[in-house]
Every structure is written in structure tokens, then in C-alpha cells.
């Protein structure tokens, strides 16, 4: 891609996705003070640097190699972050609590590793949050009951453990969530019955004891939960 792209002072929209181009994105892009929306899906561009002010940012399927941190250290003003199955590495930073404006952050099948941070709760703005098939561990940090805007909340097939936190009962605006095949024990929170908007909720391929909650189960006739999936040694009247 020319240089010459960097001369487009007043772009504000750029989609390069479905192009086999590679390569790098020339350092000018960095001039367009004005780009607010960039999409670089299927392309195998590695975007460099990024324009500091972009409130839009597509990565997906581009198997290209990057730490997380670079992206969120750079980009306060994202709206919207996808970068699903790419090689993207290291730990998500606790700097990700700046991203006061994120809506949707999708980042699942990367090797992102360590846990969550408490100040993930910080992005109250939050609606979609996929960081399934990674290489996340320890526990479902509690500060996720703040995010109260979310309606998919998918972390399923990474290696989280400790129990499901009792806060996730907060989340009133979320549709489906999963957090199978990890390595979560306990019971499941009868808090969840709360959760009236909730239709599917998929808990198998753990370590989870006792029983469905019955005011889980009560959201099938008072709510619109139409899909419970746990394990056959999880006791469950209603699935």
C-alpha cells in the first residue's frame, strides 16, 4: 500500500477487508487525523501504528502476531475492537479499564494468557465480550457483575477456575452467556434467576457440583431461557 494514502486528510472510513494484500500499513496512515473506522479483516496487514483517535478497529482472521497490550495502550477512544483468530499473545492489561467507550470486544481464538483484570469492570459501556479458546486462568473476576450493558458474555474453552461469582446476577440486559469447558467448581448462583432477558446458558465441561437453581429453572416460564446446558452430574430438574 502507497504512502500516498497518508495524503487523505479527510478520510474517515477505510475497508480493506477480503484482500489478499500482506504486508504493512505505510507509517503516513498515522496523518489521517481524521480516520475514525478501519477494517483490515482477511487481509494479512499488519496494521503498525495505529491513528491514536480510531473508534472502530477490525483485525479478524489475519494470523498475524501481536501483543495485546500494544493495541490497548494506544486506543482510548475504540468503540468497537475486533481481532478473533489471529496470534495474539501476552495477558490483557489492566489498561483496558481506559476503554470507557468499548461496545464490543471480540478477541477468542488467540493465545492470550493470565487472568482477567478487575478493571475489565470499568467498561460499563460493554455489550458484546467474546475471549473464548484462549489460554486464560484463574477466576471469572467478580468486577464483570459492574458491566450491566452486556448481552453476550462467551469465555468458554480456556482454563478458568474457582467458582462462578455470585455477581454475574447484575448482568439484568444479558441474553447468553457461556463458560463451558473450563475448570470452574461450586454451585451455580441462584442469583442467575434474575437474569429475566437470559436465553441460553451453557455451563457444561466443568467442575460445577449440586444442582440447577430453581429460580434458574423458573426463568424458562417467567423469562425467555429456552437453553440450559450443564453437566450429567449436575442435578438439573428443568434441562
Known amino acids: 500500500i502507497n504512502e500516498a494514502l497518508g495524503g487523505l486528510p479527510k478520510l ?9 494484500i500482506g ?5 503516513s496512515l498515522n496523518n489521517l487525523s481524521n480516520l475514525e473506522y478501519l477494517y483490515l479483516g482477511i487481509t494479512g496487514l499488519d496494521p503498525g501504528t495505529l491513528p491514536a483517535q480510531l473508534r472502530e478497529l477490525g483485525l479478524r482472521l489475519n494470523d498475524f502476531e501481536f501483543e495485546l497490550s500494544r493495541v490497548m495502550g494506544e486506543l482510548s477512544s475504540l468503540e468497537y475492537f475486533e481481532a478473533r483468530s489471529n496470534r495474539i499473545y501476552g495477558v490483557i492489561p489492566p489498561t483496558i ?21 478487575e478493571t475489565i469492570g470499568n467498561l460499563s459501556r460493554l455489550e458484546e465480550l467474546w475471549l473464548f479458546e484462549n489460554k486464560l486462568t484463574g477466576g471469572i473476576s467478580p468486577s464483570m457483575g459492574m ?6 458474555l462467551v469465555i468458554h474453552s480456556n482454563r478458568l477456575s474457582g467458582s462462578i461469582p455470585t455477581t454475574l446476577g447484575r448482568l439484568t440486559n444479558i441474553v447468553g452467556f457461556s463458560l463451558a469447558n473450563n475448570e470452574l467448581t461450586g454451585r451455580i448462583p441462584t442469583e442467575l ?22 429460580e434458574v429453572c423458573f426463568l424458562q416460564t417467567s423469562g425467555n431461557l429456552t437453553d440450559i446446558e450443564v453437566d ?8
Open 12 to 20: 474517515k472510513y477505510l475497508n480493506l477487508q477480503r484482500n489478499i
Open 23 to 27: 504486508g504493512k500499513l505505510p507509517n
Open 97 to 117: 479499564g481506559a476503554l470507557s467507550n468499548l461496545q464490543v470486544l471480540y478477541l477468542s481464538r488467540n493465545n492470550i494468557k493470565g487472568t482477567v483484570p
Open 147 to 152: 458491566m450491566t450493558q452486556l448481552k453476550s
Open 193 to 214: 434467576g434474575r437474569l429475566q432477558q437470559l436465553e441460553q446458558m451453557i455451563l457444561h465441561q466443568n467442575l460445577l457440583s449440586g444442582s440447577v437453581p430453581t
Open 232 to 239: 450429567a452430574f449436575v442435578q438439573c430438574t428443568c434441562c
